[in-house]
């Protein structure tokens, strides 16, 4: 289901990029960036964020002067780690993040940027390292898909790049129920990043 999902978007922005109609009022662009993020809950008290990456793509639809819609398409690294002194502990998550922008046009190239993000999970991995033992498993505990949302600004030049910052909060549970019955386990995290609009 969640292959199927994923392929009928990118086959619907892939087409629509091919109409010449499309092509004259859309900004298609990518971009990419650091990420910072962790898992919050009871039980990820004393836990450290973790550092990754996103990229992707997109498409900028003007509604009005003030007013867009950008529909992205990111690859995103996340998760959560733990470090002490003889031992790193590490759980990561990725996602293809499919989030739909609302950008309002605070003044010329300023934007402030919300909206919902549907986030499909592509892979899961735990790491453990210490003087004594290394493990390294890829773990099938996380939920395949979250519904999250982001809030943040960009900034366009005239030349076509941007800078980007948004905070990014999942809504949904990180774990699926029958993992973890009572702790609610939600990520979160911010994206720093650039771009160029073509």
């Known amino acids: 289901m969640m292959k199927k999902t994923f392929l009928l978007l990118v086959m619907v922005m892939v087409g629509v990029s091919t109409t010449s109609s499309a092509q004259e009022y859309w900004n298609f662009g990518i971009k990419g960036g650091a990420n910072i993020t962790n898992m919050t809950s009871d039980g990820f008290e004393n836990n450290k964020s973790r550092t990754g990456f996103h990229l992707g793509v997109l498409a900028e639809?003007?509604?009005?002067?003030?007013?867009?819609?950008?529909?992205?398409?990111l690859y995103s690294t996340q998760g959560t780690e733990d470090e002490g002194a003889n031992f790193k502990d590490e759980y990561r998550l990725d996602y293809i993040q499919l989030p739909v922008i609302a950008?309002?046009?605070?003044?010329?190239?300023?934007?402030?940027?919300?909206?919902?993000?549907?986030?499909?999970?592509?892979?899961?991995?735990?790491?453990?390292?210490?003087?004594?033992?290394?493990?390294?498993?890829?773990?099938?505990?996380?939920?395949?898909?979250?519904?999250?949302?982001?809030?943040?600004?960009?900034?366009?030049?005239?030349?076509?790049?941007?800078?980007?910052?948004?905070?990014?909060?999942?809504?949904?549970?990180?774990?699926d129920g029958d993992s973890f019955d009572d702790d609610a386990i939600k990520n979160n995290g911010f994206q720093l990043g650039v771009g160029f609009q073509f």
Do not use: C
């Open 61 to 73: 639809i003007p509604v009005s002067e003030k007013f867009s819609v950008q529909p992205e398409v």
């Open 103 to 175: 950008k309002f046009y605070l003044i010329d190239g300023l934007a402030l940027e919300a909206g919902p993000s549907f986030n499909f999970l592509v892979n899961e991995e735990y790491n453990f390292e210490s003087s004594l033992l290394d493990v390294r498993d890829n773990s099938e505990y996380a939920s395949t898909f979250e519904f999250g949302g982001a809030l943040g600004l960009s900034y366009k030049l005239n030349n076509g790049f941007f800078l980007n910052g948004r905070y990014t909060q999942g809504f949904t549970d990180v774990f």
